[in-house]
């Protein structure tokens, strides 16, 4: 019989800074002054796309230490990918740091996998500082998983948006608010879909799966949070996952947010279906909620990303798209009041 | 000032069960014994060769679990990744086993990385049973990093050949032989390499930076351990290594052993500078060492296995190549004896 895939961390460690970069499309959208830092250039002053993609991760990391007050030889730990092939966004972004290297690869799930492993690192004594980042840039990603920019594709209905953004984190020993409370790590869900043009579809169920997955765990339920965050389900994909629950006789759709639907103007952005890329996820993290939960505008959110678990090869060899959802709890409140049962930890 | 990068694991887990599969090449080489399965068919009954490589990971999990006596929902974690882009041998080879799946991308450190997150999680108690699986395959790596096979491109001598083969091991709490007595966490190292023909020169710097911090954070030395061993750098990088150990004054050169050269026979197999794949060092650990640690006739090793973090798109753009080793101290005997001291570790 294995354990909960719900972690409940003890010690509560906390995120102590965070910071979000964005491109000149993010930056003209509802969201745009929660960014730390805009680049209207989309090569960020470097000659390919994929070198602007590397500057996204390393402002991200580098506004992060600063507002931090730390350096980089001060960081244990560093969990980091992205959706370029071998994560090279990641690889080339951070290489400069010299900081202790840990690749992960959740697509855009990565920032909730990242915050995760950073967390039960710090919960178990590993680090003292284990820092998370990540990043998705349009044009890198139009051209990997789709057509060249260039080719000037049409783009259907449900497609979404890939976001030009990154953010990284520093999580520590329970500090300051906000507190990470506790973590589901999710399973790989595959519905069938086989749509590339469709991601909210097959990466809803995943987040279905999680959520539920961590209230049968913990015995909450959706009233106990201010928002339940997603990562760029979309339109289609938010739609899919509140009648989820609904068969259930859970309402989410009251608290729920989806990155993907804040992070651009859908009167005037054109982008169909809503945002995605593992940079969604991550600056609205980074920028926006852990700001407000610090702030204590809002006291408890599960974030669950999610990522699309497919490459364009298999995708065009016919196989449908396995997707997964890590969730992690965040709370402006520390966990003084938590039941010791509860606790999927040993005592060391 | 941040911690050690080295983790002294003070419940020293069990490596309770491994196995190795292969394909044809592999069999008809020196250490062709040591696998659980053999593969004659590239495709393995698959339609591509990227279903074959999916096999091999499927493959790997069931004979492992099979030997642990195990069901996949007796796992709490499992840690995969591969070279494929977006890591989809690892996706699509795992999806039907639904077990709490974390995506990590080392490139050939995987094994490495999985092991050793495998080995701090159960010594946290965040999972009673983590697995660990990894893979590679000649015909899909040989397309997509280099060329299609029907080209039938001349190969240069400090090239390497792509093991088709896959590994998979299951941690637990302490109970037999092997134990997990350590790891560090390795740097991104990048000397400035930009021939994606000659990764061993790349990656024996991270090698060099990993197992000499080990060596720091310790206070050991080589003649502590039966064998050093390295993944896959092959006949240049291993001479690279050992030369940048003998700068120092450090004689590696005795218990050096790497995966790349134990894997085929340089007289009869044409694969030039050696082996190379998350799957030389991958089957190596589990099909050779692993079992020959359980069995007492070697006490020692230190497993570093190391990974090249390009990709063919920045490559091509004229990058250099930068690289990472994780190192695992595996050992017949517990770690009753150990100092408390050296503990990286906080008391929980």
Known sequence: MSLKATKILKHTPSVIASAAVGGKKEHEGPMGDYFDKINDDPYFSGDTFEQGECQLQKQSVLHTLNKAGLEATDIDVLFGGDL?????????????????????????STMAEGLLMSSLF???GYADKAMAVTSS????????????????????????????????????????PPYVRACTI???????????????????????????????????????????VTGDLGKVG??????????????????????????????????????????????????????????????????????????????????????????????HETADDLSDTNSAEKEN
Not at 88 to 108: D, H, K, Q
Not at 198 to 204: E, I, K, R, S
Not at 254 to 281: I, N, P, T, W
Not at 293 to 322: H, M
């Open 186 to 228: 999710g399973k790989i869900v595959d519905m069938g879909v086989t749509d590339a043009n469709n991601m909210g579809a097959a990466m809803a169920p995943a987040a279905y799966s999680t959520i539920k997955e961590f209230f049968e765990d913990t015995g909450m339920s959706p009233e106990d949070f201010d928002f339940i």
């Open 122 to 124: 710090v919960n178990a």
């Open 84 to 108: 370029l092939n071998q994560c090279t966004g990641t690889t080339y972004g951070v290489r400069s740091f010299e900081m202790p290297f840990l690749g992960i690869y959740g697509a855009c």
């Open 238 to 331: 938010s739609r899919i996952l509140c009648e989820l629950f609904e068969r259930d006789g859970i309402n989410i759709r009251d608290r729920h947010k989806d990155c993907g639907l804040m992070l651009y103007s859908f009167d005037e952005q054109d982008v169909h279906a809503g945002g995605s890329g593992c940079g969604c996820a991550g600056s609205m993290l980074c920028g926006y909620f852990i700001p407000q939960l610090r702030a204590g505008a809002i006291r408890n959110i599960l974030f669950a990303a999610t990522g699309a678990l497919l490459s364009p090869t298999v995708n065009q060899q016919g196989e449908t798209i396995p997707s997964i959802s890590h969730l992690v709890w965040l709370s």
């Open 137 to 176: 840039h349009f044009c890198t990603a139009e051209r990997q998983y789709r057509f060249p920019l260039n080719y000037g594709g049409q783009r259907t209905p449900t497609s979404q948006w890939t976001a030009t953004a990154g953010g990284a984190l520093v999580v520590s020993a329970k500090e300051n």
